[in-house]
T-cell receptor, first 111, second 112 residues
Framework: GQQLNQSPQSMFIQEGEDVSMNCTSS?????WLWYKQDPGEGPVLLIA?????ELTSNGRLTAQFGITRKDSFLNISASIPSDVGIYFC???????????FGKGTRLHILP | DAGITQSPRHKVTETGTPVTLRCHQT?????MYWYRQDPGHGLRLIHY???????DKGEVSDGYSVSRSKTEDFLLTLESATSSQTSVYFC???????????FGSGTRLTVV
């Protein structure tokens, strides 16, 4: 079946560093969504992308809908302690409109 | 916060017993979803609903059933709980099929 490959699985960074993560697939998507999940809570939507090539920012977060419609990336600039958590990508498949999730990138920030 | 509430937040049950989890929304959204989250698997769709009495299966629907008799409530039932159904269950809602979901806070279910 279709799947999203999200990488990296986990990251250990210093506070203040920039972060980059991405999702790739062999399938084509018409929507990309990026979520963050804090411990004990449900995922919260960060950014939604609806057009190939679209670049959207939300504060220190920037995400792009890949031009091939098969990938997306999320960047976080100047990381702070509250950025810790799990980041998920999700894509809506062009073929059947189903939404599938990546397995997440766990972000750790070293003191 | 969006009006979506899951109950209970935590439950421990015995193998073989039926269990019902409830999702309640106050947003009047058409679409409601049940996911389970397990380490190494991310979020996997169990069932979803696109209107009152309109439901469909997701990728991991075996052993689960759902009902939606009102717009605001979406129930997930484990007909006979098994240890493999120990998981964190999330409900989500959305206005349209391709808009970002709003997730509930989750129900942690342990089957012993």
């Amino acid at each position: 079946g279709q799947q999203l490959n999200q990488s990296p699985q986990s990251m250990f960074i210093q506070e203040g560093e920039d972060v980059s993560m991405n999702c790739t697939s062999s399938s084509i998507f018409n929507t990309w969504l990026w979520y963050k999940q804090d411990p004990g809570e449900g995922p919260v939507l960060l950014i939604a992308l609806y057009k190939a090539g679209e670049l959207t920012s939300n504060g220190r977060l920037t995400a792009q809908f890949g031009i091939t419609r098969k990938d997306s990336f999320l960047n976080i600039s100047a990381s702070i302690p509250s950025d810790v958590g799990i980041y998920f990508c999700a894509g809506q498949l062009l073929v059947d409109d189903k939404i599938i999730f990546g397995k997440g990138t766990r972000l750790h920030i070293l003191p | 916060d969006a009006g979506i509430t899951q109950s209970p937040r935590h439950k421990v049950t015995e193998t073989g017993t039926p269990v019902t989890l409830r999702c309640h929304q106050t947003e009047n959204h058409r679409y409601m979803y049940w996911y389970r989250q397990d380490p190494g698997h991310g979020l996997r769709l169990i069932h979803y609903s696109y209107g009152v009495k309109d439901t469909d299966k997701g990728e991991v629907s075996d052993g689960y059933s759902v009902s939606r008799s009102k717009t605001e409530d979406f129930l997930l039932t484990l007909e006979s709980a098994t240890s493999s159904q120990t998981s964190v269950y999330f409900c989500a809602i959305s206005e349209t099929a391709n808009y970002g979901y709003t997730f509930g806070s989750g129900t942690r279910l342990t089957v012993v």
